[in-house]
């Protein structure tokens, strides 16, 4: 019963969202961010004659101002949570508290995965029509990772020669998937417990922190910092040299930082109006004790 009305108010947010130019208008700004940068490779594939292949959105997600370009967009898309308004009041009440709570949490985590998705198949469609498929790397990608061509020709992210000598391109871009979606997942449930904790913008506020402070940590070389980045965390490039050895980030503690915050972020989502009743509960009784 509790999950049937909870998928009936994210059907309803998400059409919600969509009738509105807010979120379109995101998606569409991101998207042509991601066209611009891809396209220049594109340009330099048709310049050498070599297909390319439909493996960047790694190296997208690894760039440090590339990822801060997502993850920004992200807080813009969730930064009205817990999407509780004068004209919906009144479908939450009917709905229930519970199914309401958790139809929302179910919408942050289906639009960050559309999301991320976008910028997979937008970075693949801009090589069109120069690209093949392939099991490796590629020529275009390999010769990106080991040389400064990439500069030469005006492409403004970098192609990380890491992934390319490390990783199978498949095997990174659901790596990569995965992390960059659990990334976005995480400042959509960190904005929404914020905001629905406190009655106030305190979440929005935490997940725009949180990707300062990876550029703060990026500044200030605390690779023991970068630890409790999910940003950093998401990107498989930061998984070597002084990050693993002073940081200790590996993928394991990655998956395992993600499994595990995204968990308490779930339950104090699911539960933030019942923790928001017992504090004030609590505080009343101290109040009337002094």
Known sequence: MVLAKSLRVFLYR??????????PLIFTLTAIFVYSNVEKVSELSAALGILCRPYLFPHLVNDFICQLVFMGAIIVLFCDAPFTTEGTIYFKY?????????GHVIYILALSFLFILMIVMVS???????MEFGESW?????TLGKTNLGSQY??????SDYLVGTYMPL???VYTFLLEWACAAWLGLLTFAGNLLTLKPIGTFSSAGVVLLDITFANEWAFSSYKFSPLTLAQLASMTGLNQQLGGITLHYSICFFVISLSLLLVTCVFGEKIQYLTALGLQKLKKRR
């Open 171 to 173: 095997k990174a871009m």
């Open 14 to 23: 998400f059409r919600l969202s969509f009738s509105s130019a807010r979120v």
């Open 154 to 159: 005006g492409i403004a992210f970098g192609v």
């Open 94 to 102: 009917r709905s229930g508290r519970l199914s309401w709570t958790i």
């Open 138 to 142: 590629g020529k275009i990608i390999n």
């Open 124 to 130: 693949t469609l801009a090589l069109f029509p120069h």
